[in-house]
């Protein structure tokens, strides 16, 4: 555990962030703590920011004030060799899962190791098969080309990739879009299998209410440019907030709700880590 992430308890530590694009404020000195461990979904409307501030936790995008740190190093002033290796330590999963398509699902799930530069081709295959094996993939699908697969297996083989470096944190965008939901809920078992295994810490943004139900261990709501709510899936339903009685309040949100323990209601208010 890095010096910071030890002191704040933080693998990603958000504060004060904002992100703004000519006039418009997207984010407003929002802030966010993602503990070890723990599976994070970030959800909100059209237009909230949770796809830009899932960028801006990659380092893909930086916000317009404000800072975010990854295992203890800024994403904007950290040195630029810590910043190479800190981004070792994650893995991302696309939402249409991104594979190259004139590569094999072996080279796709090569690719990232194959950049390492240290590794022989023997430890590379054993890597890639382990690789498919735990994400429930077939060796002999190894050959196949992209175009050849289902949407299920283009979402795991994109996992397999996501997990080839061995990392420790885990984002995904939209992980059960495009899937029925058979194969949704076993794509769900999967990543809870996975985080339990490998140790991950999971960020997800997703719209999906089953997928919130059966894996998070908390919510960030995102409206009004900030942090609305934060909690257990159960605390954040509770909070009287337009967005959020649409969305678990309706007729989806209550099924997907049902079965789980009614807390007393978190208000909206302070809902923000400082």
């Known amino acids: 555990m890095d010096a910071t992430e030890a002191a704040t308890g933080c693998i990603i530590e958000i504060r004060h962030l904002w992100t703004q694009f000519g ?36 380092g893909l995008e930086h916000p317009s004030r404000g800072e975010v740190r990854v295992f203890g190093v800024s994403l904007r002033d950290g040195d630029p060799a810590e910043l190479h290796g800190i981004r070792n330590r994650w893995g991302m999963l696309f939402q249409e899962g991104a594979l190259f398509s004139a590569l094999s699902v072996f080279e796709n799930v090569a690719l990232p190791l194959r950049e390492l530069k240290t590794l022989d081709e023997e430890l590379i295959h054993d890597l ?53 939901p058979d194969r949704s809920e076993s794509f769900c078992s999967l990543i809870a299998d996975l985080r339990r295994e490998l140790g991950l810490t999971v960020v ?37 907030h337009p967005f959020i009685e649409n969305f ?21 208010s302070g809902q923000q880590e400082r």
């Open 128 to 180: 890639v098969m382990l690789k498919l094996d735990m994400v429930g993939i077939e060796r002999g699908h190894a050959a196949k080309m992209p175009s050849s697969l289902s949407g299920g297996m283009v979402k795991r083989i994109a996992l397999a990739r996501a997990l080839s470096l061995e990392p420790e944190l885990l984002f995904l965008d939209e992980p059960t879009a495009g899937l029925d």
């Open 23 to 58: 006039e418009q404020v997207v984010h407003r000195d929002l802030n966010l703590c993602v503990h070890r461990g723990e599976v994070m979904s970030l959800v909100g409307g059209s237009g909230s920011g949770k796809s830009t501030l899932l960028r801006e936790m990659l």
């Open 248 to 268: 678990f309040q309706g007729e989806r949100g209550k099924r997907a709700l049902e079965g789980l323990k009614s807390p007393a209601a978190v208000s909206a």
């Open 204 to 240: 997800m943004v997703t719209h999906d209410l089953d997928t919130i139900v059966s894996i998070s261990d908390r919510v960030a709501v995102l409206a009004d440019q900030k942090i609305a709510a934060l909690g257990t899936v159960a605390e954040v339903a509770a909070v009287p």
